[in-house]
């Protein structure tokens, strides 16, 4: 690791331009700034300076250790006024959650960074597992689940819960639906879908379904807005959760099958136990719980 010491002694030798005078500011001898510029590039390996007569110039390292410095010192000062100011209105918000609860939430979490621009908006769409690891090793700070951890270090909210729908093509609506129209008609996979439909069919077409492995498999697409799509076209069925499903444009092409047994997922707001969030995070959480639980 670099000498703070020296390298401060570098970055106002470059900004005074004379040995005297850097060491008139920090208050130091002029043989003690030489020496410090000389530990430091015999720690670095390279010369820094070219010195010419009474006047110097840095070596192309030189300009680089400069350049490195000015950025470590301008970081330093960003994080002092961080650490000193917490305003609710600036800064990053980080949140995971489902790709179908993105989708739900994100536009109405926009909405606060339209009138705080100084805001920033980070969404990530992750399974349950991985938004727990982000949360544990703080790569978020807010995250959605539906099935808790173990872990210690965390804590939950319960915000509600969510359905999930089995989602047909429209022409399917007025008609019995039986097991053998879903083999017919085929599934539409996706990240979620084979866990999803598993246990939605396994709940409602007992003696029938085995596993989705022995569905027809009509395509795949790993992106949440375009998952209902293909359902719409009449290319398949598919498990959504609610939330996705609300969220379609084309309504009028689908149809929800209603279920005996509903298959429900409790939701839970989580974070990280002992970590204390910016003010920031004070209306996206109120916000979120007020959605969730509508």
């Known amino acids: 690791m670099i000498n703070q010491q020296w390298l401060h002694t570098f970055l106002t030798l470059v900004e005074v331009g004379h040995f005297t005078k850097t060491a008139e500011k920090l208050y130091m001898t002029q043989s003690g700034v030489s020496q410090q510029i000389k530990k430091l590039e015999e720690q670095v390996g390279v010369p820094l300076l070219n010195r010419i007569g009474k006047r110097f110039e840095l070596t192309r390292e030189g300009e680089a250790l400069h350049q490195f410095g000015c950025k470590r010192r301008q970081e330093e000062d960003q994080l002092y006024r961080e650490l000193q100011f917490d305003d609710p209105h600036k800064g990053e918000c980080r949140i995971a959650c489902s790709g179908a609860m993105a989708t739900f939430l994100y536009p109405h979490l926009l909405e606060r960074q339209k009138a705080h621009p100084e805001l920033v908006i980070a969404i990530e769409a992750a399974p349950n597992d991985l938004i727990i690891q982000n949360i544990l090793r703080n790569a978020v700070d807010l995250g959605i689940i539906t099935q808790p951890s173990p872990a210690l270090e965390l804590e939950y909210d319960a915000l509600g819960f969510e359905s ?16 053998d129209d879903l083999k017919t008609l085929g599934f539409i996979d996706h990240p979620d879908g084979s866990h999803y439909a598993s246990r939605l069919l396994s709940a409602n ?3 029938a379904f085995h596993s989705v492995g022995k569905i027809r498999k009509r395509g795949y697409i790993n992106q949440i807005g375009q998952i209902l799509v293909p359902v719409s076209a009449g290319l398949g069925f598919t498990v959504l959760p609610e939330t996705a499903v609300r969220h379609f444009e084309l309504q009028s092409l689908l149809y929800v099958a209603p279920l005996k047994v509903p298959i429900r997922d409790e939701l839970f707001l989580v974070r990280k136990r002992h970590r204390a969030l910016p003010k920031r995070y004070d209306w996206f959480e109120g916000k979120i719980k007020d959605l969730v639980r509508m």
Do not use: G, I, M, T
Not at 164 to 179: D, G, M
């Open 164 to 179: 999930l729908c089995l989602v047909l093509p429209s022409n399917y609506a007025h008609q019995v639906l039986h097991f």
């Open 205 to 207: 077409f007992k003696e």
